[in-house]
C-alpha cells in the first residue's frame, strides 16, 4: 500500500511548479527488519575518494582550519581548509593534516612567563584547556622555559602573580627529542606519569606536544579518513576570482592536498571552467570540485569541463544574503535533487552545501540524491573552529561565524564543545533517521 509521495512526483510534477526546501519535506518511515547498528554511512565525497561518515566541513575562516580538518578525517569525514590566508600559510595548514600523528599536538598554544596568573585564567577560560608550554617568545619554535597545568594554576598569590614563578621550569621537565616515534613517547609518557610531554629540537625550542589526555582520545578512530599511505585526508578551498588561484594550485597540490575545491557563489561561470579545465589537465589524479549550482544547465556546464564532484547550494545558508540582495538562488530540496539527478549520469556524486542545521536535514539531503553534506554553522563553535570563544550578556559561550561569501555578514553560534563529541551525535542521528526510512546504506535512500 503507498502513501505519500516519491520525490519525482513532487519535484518533476509539471502540476506543481513549487522549489522545496529540507523543512518544506519530510520522509516517510518504513519497514524495519535491522538494527541501527547494521546502518552503513560509507558514502562517496569525489569520484575516487569515499567517506565513511558523510559530512565536510566548510571552507569558511570561522569554521575549517587545520585543527579542524585533522579532527573531521579522525572522525571519518573530511574538512575543507578555507583560502581567506596567504599560499604559504594554506599550504603549511594542509601539511599539518598530512603529517598528523594521532596523539601528537603539533601547534600547541605557548604563553610567555611575563603573562600574569589573571591574564591565564582569561586565557584558560577562552580556550577551554589549562595546561600550557612557557617559552621565550610566547610562541611555538622558541625555547622552552616551563610547563604551566592546572595543578600549578589552581593556587597562587594573586592574580598579579606571574607565570615564570608558577610554572614548572624546563630544567624539571621531563622532554622527548624531535622525531620521536608516538609509541616511544606514549612509554615515556606512562612511565613518568605525567599529563604532558613536550617534544623539544636540539635547541631546545618547542615543536609539539603530546598529552595522555589527547592521547587516550585519539588512540582509536576506526572510521578514519586516510589515504594510501595512511596520512589523514584533507581538502583545501581555492578562490575561483583569485589571481593567484593558479599558484595556490601547485603549492596545495605539492602540499599533499587529496582534493581542490574550487569557490564561487555562482558556479556556472567562464572563470572556474578555465580553471577547472587547467587543473585537471596539469594534475590528472587530483580530484576537483566545482559549484556552487542549482540548476541542471549549470551542473551540465562543470560536468563537461571534469569535475569530480559538484557543490548544491545558493542563497539559503544561515547567513546567506544572495537571495535577498541578488534575488537569485533556488530552495535546497529542489537544487539537491535536480542536480543530483543529471550528475549521476556522469558518475559524480553531489554534496549539499547549505541549509543544514539539523541531522534530520543531512538525512533530507541523502534522500533527494546527495552523497555528502558540508557543513558550516553546524560545526562552527566546536573546539576545534578557528576563533576565541566569548560570553553573551546572558552568560552564554559563543564562537563567531561567519559565511562565505555574504557580504560580511556575522553571526554567532553556541559553543558545541569538541567535534570529538558532537560528531558521533551526528551520525547516530543519521543512522536513526536511516533506520526510521527503512535503509540499511546511503545508495538504499536514492
Known amino acids: 500500500v503507498r502513501c505519500g509521495h516519491s520525490a519525482r512526483d513532487l519535484l518533476e510534477c509539471p502540476?506543481?511548479?513549487?522549489?522545496?526546501?529540507?523543512?518544506?519535506?519530510?520522509?516517510?518511515p518504513g519497514h524495519i527488519d535491522f538494527g541501527v547498528h547494521d546502518v552503513e554511512l560509507l558514502s562517496r565525497f569525489t569520484r575516487s575518494i569515499s567517506l565513511k561518515t558523510p559530512i565536510a566541513s566548510s571552507p569558511m575562516d570561522t569554521v575549517t582550519e587545520s585543527a579542524m580538518a585533522i579532527a573531521m578525517a579522525l572522525e571519518g569525514g573530511i574538512g575543507i581548509?578555507?583560502?581567506?590566508?596567504?599560499?604559504?600559510?594554506?599550504?603549511?595548514?594542509?601539511?599539518s593534516v598530512k603529517r598528523y600523528e594521532q596523539g601528537f599536538i603539533s601547534n600547541p598554544a605557548c604563553i610567555s612567563a611575563k603573562m600574569t596568573c589573571g591574564e591565564l585564567i582569561k586565557l584558560q577560560e577562552k580556550c577551554g584547556f589549562s595546561g600550557f608550554p612557557v617559552t621565550e617568545s610566547g610562541q611555538m619554535k622558541s625555547k622552552l622555559l616551563g610547563l604551566v597545568t592546572k595543578r600549578d594554576s589552581d593556587f597562587f598569590p594573586s592574580e598579579s602573580t606571574l607565570i615564570e614563578d608558577i610554572m614548572t621550569k624546563a630544567a624539571d621537565l621531563i622532554t622527548a627529542k624531535e622525531g620521536i616515534?608516538?609509541?616511544?613517547?606514549?612509554?615515556?609518557l606512562s612511565n613518568s606519569k605525567k599529563g604532558k610531554l613536550p617534544i623539544v629540537n636540539p635547541a631546545g625550542e618547542i615543536v609539539g606536544l603530546l598529552a595522555r589526555k589527547d592521547l587516550i582520545k585519539n588512540?582509536?578512530?576506526?572510521?578514519?579518513?586516510?589515504?594510501?599511505?595512511?596520512?589523514?585526508?584533507a581538502a583545501a578551498a581555492v578562490s575561483v576570482l583569485a589571481d593567484d588561484r593558479k599558484e595556490r594550485v601547485k603549492a596545495l597540490v605539492e602540499a599533499?592536498?587529496?582534493?581542490?575545491?574550487?569557490?564561487?557563489?555562482?558556479?556556472?561561470?567562464?572563470?572556474?571552467?578555465?580553471?577547472?579545465?587547467w587543473t585537471k589537465s596539469e594534475f590528472p589524479k587530483m580530484q576537483v570540485i566545482g559549484g556552487n549550482v542549482v540548476t541542471r544547465r549549470q551542473a551540465k556546464n562543470l560536468l563537461d569541463a571534469g569535475v569530480d564532484a559538484l557543490r548544491v547550494g545558493m542563497g539559503i545558508s544561515s547567513v546567506s544574503t544572495a537571495h535577498k540582495d541578488r534575488g537569485c538562488g533556488r530552495a535546497q530540496a529542489s537544487a539537491v535533487y535536480n542536480v543530483a539527478k543529471i550528475a549521476r549520469v556522469y558518475g559524480v556524486p553531489v554534496i549539499a552545501d547549505g541549509g543544514i542545521s539539523s541531522p534530520g536535514h543531512i538525512v533530507k539531503a541523502l534522500c533527494l540524491g546527495a552523497e555528502a553534506v558540508m557543513c558550516g554553522s553546524l560545526l562552527a563553535g566546536t573546539e576545534e573552529s578557528p576563533g576565541e570563544y566569548?560570553?553573551?550578556?546572558?552568560?552564554?559561550?559563543?564562537?563567531?561565524?561567519?559565511g562565505i561569501a555574504s557580504s560580511?555578514?556575522?553571526?554567532?553560534?553556541q559553543d558545541k564543545g569538541s567535534l570529538h563529541k558532537y560528531m558521533p551525535y551526528l551520525n547516530q542521528s543519521v543512522r536513526h533517521g536511516m533506520q526510521d526510512i527503512g535503509a540499511k546504506s546511503v545508495p538504499d535512500l536514492i
Open 181 to 188: 616515534a608516538l609509541r616511544e613517547a606514549n612509554q615515556i
Open 81 to 95: 581548509i578555507h583560502s581567506k590566508m596567504s599560499i604559504e600559510r594554506q599550504a603549511a595548514e594542509v601539511r
Open 15 to 28: 502540476k506543481f511548479q513549487i522549489g522545496y526546501a529540507f523543512d518544506d519535506l519530510i520522509c516517510m
Open 256 to 277: 599533499g592536498t587529496d582534493a581542490i575545491v574550487f569557490d564561487n557563489r555562482q558556479g556556472d561561470n567562464e572563470d572556474q571552467l578555465e580553471i577547472i579545465r
Open 408 to 413: 560580511g555578514v556575522r553571526g554567532a553560534v
Open 390 to 402: 566569548f560570553y553573551a550578556d546572558s552568560g552564554t559561550r559563543l564562537k563567531a561565524y561567519s
Open 219 to 233: 588512540q582509536d578512530f576506526p572510521c578514519a579518513s586516510q589515504d594510501q599511505n595512511k596520512n589523514l585526508l
